[in-house]
């Protein structure tokens, strides 16, 4: 468990600016002295002068739930509406709560206790909420109910079906 007193480890993903990317450049400046940031699929240089940002360029699947594993809460800011976020599903599924703004789908992934979708880009109040969540994990229930959602298999095995009708397999 986290004390009061030790820094934020957080987790981001994909550099686009539409995912964020500015958000979160100014809110690790801004709290450079109390948390750190692991950037995973980061593409972007303009990190390079912070200590409190580790960039990973490319990350293996299984390193990223390790990731999730190794956080107190995963952020996603985006800026344009989602329609299905996996990071915020792999997130939630691993345990670890996500904070995101309110966009598109986000608030019907991220369902209370398993984070929060926040109506704003204020860096003071989305520090404020990661402080309340940095102890937290996602009740298994909540994990449960994202699983019988989502259906990863499912949905993949629907979609493969779809690709091989189509190139006529």
Do not use: H
């Amino acid at each position: 468990s986290v004390k009061e007193n030790q820094r934020i480890n957080i987790l981001a993903s994909n550099s686009s600016p539409w995912k964020g990317r500015d958000f979160i450049y100014d809110f690790a400046k801004k709290f450079r002295s109390v948390v750190d940031i692991i950037y995973a699929d980061c593409s972007s240089n303009m990190f390079n002068e912070f200590e409190n940002v580790t960039v990973l360029p490319k990350v293996s699947r299984e390193r990223m739930f390790e990731l999730y594993q190794e956080v107190n809460v995963s952020m996603l800011p985006a800026v344009l509406s989602e329609t299905f976020s996996g990071f915020a599903c792999e997130s939630i599924l691993s345990g670890t709560p996500v904070i995101s703004s309110n966009r598109g789908n986000l608030p019907n992934l991220i369902e209370k206790n398993s984070g929060c979708a926040m109506d704003n880009f204020d860096l003071d109040k989305w520090y404020l909420k990661i402080c309340e969540l940095r102890n937290a994990r996602v009740p298994i229930e909540n994990v449960e109910r994202l699983k019988a959602k989502v259906d990863f298999d499912r949905n993949f095995k629907v979609l493969k079906n779809c690709v091989d009708a189509a190139i006529g397999e």
